[in-house]
Nanobody, 124 residues
Framework: QVQLVESGGGLVQAGGSLRLSCAASRRTFGSYAMGWFRQAPGKERELVAAIAWGGDNTNYADSVKGRFTISRDNAKNTVYLQMNSLKPEDTAVYFC?????????????????WGQGTRVTVSS
């Protein structure tokens, strides 16, 4: 079992930045691929960014490429999402996810573990 706790959400103006953090409870954190998903009101949950076990492989949704960066610190059992140049359309609840497969992909039907989510609101 892996417990995930997100933090760092909040209200920011368009063009601003936020950094989300996700702390994992398990000491074998380095054996899990990690990802960030988001869900806006009335929309389906979508994969925003993902990072492989060792951090050497990442992928991003087209809508955030060049603006968001995912990273992980396996020594701290934490994954981060640095979000720059935020837009109102980035407003959503952001969820951290963990999976024992090598990488989390948008085509995957499910992931093993979810955090409770943190809300990000970008004002225009």
């Amino acid at each position: 079992q892996v417990q995930l706790v997100e933090s760092g959400g909040g209200l920011v103006q368009a063009g601003g930045s936020l950094r989300l953090s996700c702390a994992a409870s398990r000491r074998t954190f380095g054996s899990y691929a990690m990802g960030w998903f988001r869900q806006a009101p009335g929309k389906e949950r979508e994969l925003v960014a993902a990072i492989a076990w060792g951090g050497d492989n990442t992928n991003y949704a087209d809508s955030v490429k060049g603006r968001f960066t995912i990273s992980r610190d396996n020594a701290k059992n934490t994954v981060y999402l640095q979000m720059n140049s935020l837009k109102p359309e980035d407003t959503a609840v952001y969820f951290c996810a963990a999976d024992p497969r090598p990488i989390i992909a948008a085509t995957m039907g499910s992931v093993a573990y979810w955090g409770q989510g943190t809300r990000v609101t970008v004002s225009s």
